[in-house]
């Protein structure tokens, strides 16, 4: 079993495995990755080194951070488990992975990416609400990447699937600049705000 971080203060960070993607994309999730390791947060992600998920890693590690891979064993091929890792740990399973990835985590940061990204972070969103995670979301909203999922997020209060409460659950940002300040300004949330706002739904 490799070792693993005890540190309580690691951000985890969804991202794409694709290799079709804009360049900007990568070059957007190697600039995150060097602000979060300049930053000094240890980082955790889905340990790939293809896609946004490589860059992201490639970017915090030649900052000088500390970079840790959660990833299936069936994924290991697939999405190339990155060899340069602070510690690679393969799993059993998706679900373990996502457990794994918030273990010890103050807060989930998202780049733009496709369903198992939507996956990741709306389990964050729902453990949230329900009070079982309390750090900050942040959506890296590149070129607006997000703009449509943002506004459904709004139209779901609209018609009150959720309150106006939730809309706290989640923030986002357009540059990857913008994450480490984003991450010193928001409060975690507490356990009775969280409860307030699943009673207001």
């Not at 951070?65 to 799993?91: A, R, W, Y």
């Not at 794994?100 to 389990?123: H, I, Q, W």
Request: with cysteine; hydrophobic share 40%.
């Amino acid at each position: 079993m490799p070792e693993q971080s005890t540190s309580p203060e690691r951000v985890t960070v969804y991202a794409a495995s694709s290799q079709a993607l804009d360049p900007a994309y990568y070059d957007v999730a190697t600039r995150l990755g060097a602000c979060l390791a300049s930053a000094g947060f240890p980082i955790v992600f889905g340990g790939g080194g293809n896609g946004s998920m490589g860059a992201m890693a490639d970017g915090a590690l030649s900052a000088g951070g500390e970079v840790h891979g959660v990833i299936p064993d069936f994924l290991m091929n697939l999405e190339k488990g990155h060899q340069g890792l602070t510690s690679l740990e393969v799993v059993d399973s998706m679900r373990i992975r996502k457990e794994r990835m918030l273990d010890n985590s103050c807060a989930v940061v998202t780049l733009p990416g496709g369903c198992g990204t939507f996956e990741e972070v709306f389990e964050a969103m729902t453990l949230k609400r329900l009070g079982q995670y309390f750090g900050p979301i942040i959506l890296v909203n590149t070129d607006g990447y997000y703009d449509l999922l943002l506004e459904f997020l709004q139209h779901s209060v609209k018609r009150r699937f959720m309150s106006n409460a939730h809309l706290d659950l989640w923030h986002s940002v357009d540059e990857p600049e913008q994450v480490v300040p984003a991450l010193q300004s928001i409060a975690p949330s507490t356990a009775d705000a969280l409860k307030s706002a699943s009673l207001d739904a």
